[in-house]
């Protein structure tokens, strides 16, 4: 497993973003510094929108920005089907992690493909053999 220096982190975040006021630009800001620190392919940022129960993605980088402006499902976490056995009733990783506020790393695409929640929907496969998959 990896492991980052904390102080390096907030410094650079810090140094990154003091400053910026446009929220776009900052949302920007923060994709190109976390993709960087992780040495990522893609990275994306969703913000919740809990008034129509989505994530939207704002800001991306790699091959997520393909993507950017799609929602994907957000629900409260008692509403959060564990081990669902229908295509329906899972949220896709990203929206597992928002929905429950527990993260998922995965050290192969394997991995990645086997969590529960997992559709396939965005799946083009980006994945090279060494690479994990953060997801927060």
């Known amino acids: 497993m990896e492991y980052y220096n904390l102080n390096e982190v907030l410094a650079r975040v810090s140094y990154t973003v003091i400053g910026v006021f446009d929220i776009q630009e900052l949302q920007e800001r ?3 510094l976390c993709q960087e620190i992780f040495d990522a392919e893609a990275c994306s940022l ?3 929108d809990e008034k129509r129960e989505k994530l939207i993605m704002t800001a991306a980088r790699g091959y997520s920005d393909q993507f950017l ?3 994907a499902p957000f629900v409260r976490p008692d509403q ?3 081990h669902p056995t229908e295509l329906e009733e899972k ?6 992690i928002a929905s ?3 993260p ?3 050290n192969t695409p394997d991995e990645h493909r086997n969590h529960p929640h997992w559709t396939g929907k965005y799946d083009i496969q980006q994945f090279g053999p060494e690479k994990r998959v953060h997801n927060f």
């Open 30 to 32: 923060v994709v190109t």
């Open 46 to 48: 969703f913000l919740v």
């Open 69 to 71: 402006g799609r929602a």
């Open 80 to 82: 959060v089907i564990e």
């Open 91 to 96: 949220l896709g990783v990203t929206g597992w």
């Open 100 to 102: 429950t506020g527990r």
């Open 104 to 106: 998922f790393m995965s």
